[in-house]
């Protein structure tokens, strides 16, 4: 069958796209302009790569360059490139097709900023749509480098669909043809025009000729010195790699020659844009060779939890032929990887003590990426740890420490790091766990992110000190001689409990709750509370084993914990006494009973609330006596 014109739906996903890009107003719809100049460069970036190679390429000798006209009379902005444009099927699979699901909704949470989605479409692949902010029609007409490929024109509203249909005797790359919208005749001045690119796409390593007027300066600025570069050329080229309109929060210029030659100039944003948890951000690091592109976005360089670091990196010693494939399997890129991943570590901890104000920013928007590498670069944990910040027993809500503030204040011959997970600061502020701890004025971190438990237990020590969580078994805590102490003394000896008789009720009790608890001990930590609950466990805390029963890790279910007993508390000498004179056994069964749920639940584990609340009601009932 010949090929003619023929229609194409949108998949689903663009027609929502679609859909957010025509309706919404936006404060900035000039970024069409770099998008459609990026998808140029990215597409002559690709044929220069090529023609590194053997394979056999259409129209060789064309120039490879960006060309820009304006048809005032037609309403037309036209870009057209050399690169190495598409076939039919790539026309469908580029221009109609998404790989990420998730990623309509993830915009249309980003709708509710104002004005950000101009921004952020790049940023995820979609770039060329944003074309529709200011066009009602568009025509993309491309020809691949394969030799054989056909010419075509694609063709839509932006709306409905689109067709594509072949076209005769058209050069090898990409003619875009953006008829303009009636209120966006602006984008017709060829003085803003100028402007635009200059602002956004200044950088791009081919000509723009502009008007058949060569309109930018052809640069590799990572190439230069440090010294010869000013503030606002560093944030115009962020801007253009990064695909931003902010400015970035820290940047890293760096050259080395031995033992790898190379050049990186690598950015940290202001923003995170997962912050809806919806979609996950590509690397934003481009490797070059010798300002030749080997691969944009590229993914085995950096560890995954680096994605937002943005730039480029430049390599002399890179094979210029490497196949994108064995990329991942390249020694090279592998040490290249790491020295940066040092580097870039080492830039985040400087700013962390040089400006804290800056960094504090930095952990607002980073601390998740921070803390997944904390859990998976085991090679970079000290320094990783080193990044942390946390609420502690000690700061004011809010306010942040690090483990390096903590190890300064704390007692020399501390050698624990302690920390505290719960949902909130004030459920670990009342939690019997801190008792211990503030008797003895000793700092707990408060940790409040479910993440944070594996964060620790990944990490387990720093600076040669272990971290502990505050509701281990094995924890024995110094004494801070005190006015606390005192009372607890004078309490004591109002009411001594024989030891004997002591011992007898923690036999009968741990016999009683042998289903619920593996062993009951006398607590040495707990100042205020009857009773508490211990974690035998030394790799996950009681809080931790919850969050991985809710989501049905099974395999994780918690453990037999320890019941603490504290017996200067009144009421468990009340239970010893009452099981010293075998009176009433039913209530101390009752009261035992109710005393480890209640351990229970302040621990937040799961009891059998109708069997309590039961329980609780003939306790009060028992109380009044008529
Ligand atoms: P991204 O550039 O992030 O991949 P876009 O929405 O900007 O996303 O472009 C989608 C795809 O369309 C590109 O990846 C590329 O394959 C193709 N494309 C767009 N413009 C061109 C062009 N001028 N030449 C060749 N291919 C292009
Ligand atoms: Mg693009």
Known sequence: MPDALKKYEYQTEIKKILDIVIHSIYSNTDIFIRELISNASDALEKLRYISLTDEPIVDKDLPLEIRISIEKEAGNLVIEDTGVGMTKEELIENLGTIAHSGTAEFLKQLQKQ????????????????????????????TRSYKPGAKGYIWESDGASGY???????????????????????????????????????????????????????????????????????YTEFY???????????????????????????????????????????????????????????????????????????????????????????????????????????????????????????????????????ATTDFENREDLAEL??????????????????????APEDQKEIYYLTGMSREEL????????????????????NPIDDFVMTSIREYKEKNLVSADNANIKLPKKPGEGEKKEVEKETESPIDEKELKNFIKWLSKHLKDRIEDVKISERLVDSPAILVNPDDMMTVHMQKILEQAGQTLYTSGKKILEINP???????????????????????????????????????????????????????????
Request: net charge neutral; charged share 30%.
């Open 429 to 448: 502020e009342n939690s019997p766990y801190m008792e211990s701890f503030k008797a003895a004025d000793i700092e707990v971190f408060y940790l409040t």
């Open 114 to 141: 104002p004005g950000k989605t101009a921004e952020v479409i790049g940023q995820f692949g979609l770039g060329f749509y944003s074309v529709f902010m200011v066009s009602d029609h568009v025509k993309v007409i």
């Open 163 to 233: 067709t594509i249909a072949p076209e005769e005797g058209i050069k090898r790359g990409t003619r875009i043809v953006v008829h303009v919208k009636e209120d966006k005749k602006d984008y017709l001045d060829e003085e803003k025009i100028k402007s635009i690119i200059q602002e956004y796409s200044n950088f791009v390593s081919f000509p723009i000729y502009l008007s058949g007027k060569k309109i930018n300066t052809i640069q590799a600025i990572w190439l230069r010195r440090p010294q010869e570069i000013s503030e606002e050329e």
């Open 568 to 626: 200067k508390h009144e009421l468990i000498q009340k239970m010893v006494r009452l099981k010293k004179e075998g009176k009433n056994e039913d209530l101390l069964t009752m009261l035992a009973d109710q005393i480890t749920d209640n351990a229970f639940i302040m621990a937040g584990l799961e009891t059998d609330k109708s069997a309590m609340i039961r329980r609780i009601n003939t306790i009060m009932n028992s109380v009044i006596k008529e």
């Open 388 to 409: 942390l910040l946390f609420e502690s027993s000690k700061t004011k809500p809010g306010e942040l420490t690090s483990f390096d503030e903590y190890i300064a204040q």
């Open 239 to 373: 801007k253009f790699i990064a695909r931003m309109d902010s400015e970035p929060l820290f940047r890293l210029h760096t050259s080395s020659d031995a033992p790898i030659q190379l050049h990186a100039l690598l950015y940290i944003p202001k923003e995170n844009y997962e912050i809806f948890g919806l979609t996950r951000m590509e690397p934003g690091v481009h490797l070059y060779c010798n300002k030749i592109l080997i691969e944009s976005r590229v993914k085995d360089l950096l560890p995954d939890y680096l994605r937002f670091v943005k730039g480029v990196v430049d390599s002399e010693d890179l094979p210029l032929n490497i196949s994108r494939e064995t990329l991942q399997d390249n020694l090279l890129i592998k040490k290249i990887g790491k020295h940066l991943t040092k580097k870039i570590l080492e830039t985040l901890k400087t700013q962390k003590k040089e400006n804290p104000e800056k960094y504090r920013e930095f952990w607002n928007a980073f601390s998740t990426f921070i803390k997944e590498g």
